[in-house]
């Protein structure tokens, strides 16, 4: 089993709707949680953190299950800009803090 | 300028070949990455280093080597390049801290090892 799972997708999304997806994690000693956004062909870049509470960024909401071991993120008000693929990143201190990275959600939104 | 730069951007090699990746950045980081991607496998740490006298293995480390040469400059060595060390190949930097700090990419270099 992979440590972070992620459905790959394409979500395909109309302009302005809303799109949520899940990545989940197996190991409980999970402590801090992120959602990178790869564009084709280019790096991931940090699109937000995600907090126990939950937190929103503008169109974005992510909020952390840490019983049922995942995180979510939702994305208000698509648009075509915001197609791209979503990477679920988790990091485990005691396993020396490194990120281990979900294999991404491709996210298609179209007019 | 790009804070993380990586080179070359493109590499074609064959079987055999002894190859370097080169990133540098200029964010004062201490802490370096090496990572490949491959079609839905996510990214796997190859090489990390926390400051330059600090190398460790990642999770895919077999076949690759590396060197940081200075706080700046983090390098990937492919002793003798097979076809399946074809990917695409991130270098990163992130701050010491507590944990979970972000992590900055370069742009990547493609490898397609023939």
């Known amino acids: 089993r992979k440590e972070v799972e992620q459905d790959p997708g394409p979500f395909n999304v109309p302009e302005g709707a809303t799109v949520a997806f899940n990545c989940t994690y197996s190991?409980?000693?999970?402590?801090?949680f992120f959602w990178y956004r790869q564009d084709c062909r280019k790096e991931p870049k940090l699109l937000m953190s995600v907090y126990s509470s939950g937190n929103e960024d503008g169109r974005f909401t992510a909020q952390l299950n840490r019983a049922s071991q995942y995180i979510s993120l939702l994305i208000r008000d698509s648009k075509l800009s915001d197609s791209a693929t979503y990477l679920c990143v988790v990091n485990i201190l005691a396993a020396g803090n490194k990120l281990t990275f979900g294999g991404g959600t491709r996210v298609l939104v179209k007019p | 300028d790009a804070d993380v730069t990586q080179t070359p951007r493109n590499r074609i090699t064959k079987t055999g070949k002894r190859i370097m990746l080169e990133c540098s950045q200029t964010k004062g980081h201490d802490r370096m990455y090496w990572y490949r991607q491959d079609p839905g496998l996510g990214l796997r740490l190859i090489y990390y280093s926390f400051d330059v006298k600090d190398i460790n293995k990642g999770e895919i480390s077999d076949g690759y080597s590396v060197s940081r040469q200075a706080q700046a400059k983090f390098s990937l060595s492919l002793e003798s390049a097979i076809p399946n060390q074809t990917a695409l190949y991130f270098c990163?930097?992130?701050?010491?801290?507590?944990?979970?700090?972000?992590?900055?990419f370069g742009p990547g270099t493609r490898l397609l090892v023939l």
């Open positions: 190991n409980s000693a999970s402590q801090s």
């Open positions: 990163a930097t992130s701050e010491t801290g507590t944990g979970g700090e972000t992590q900055y």
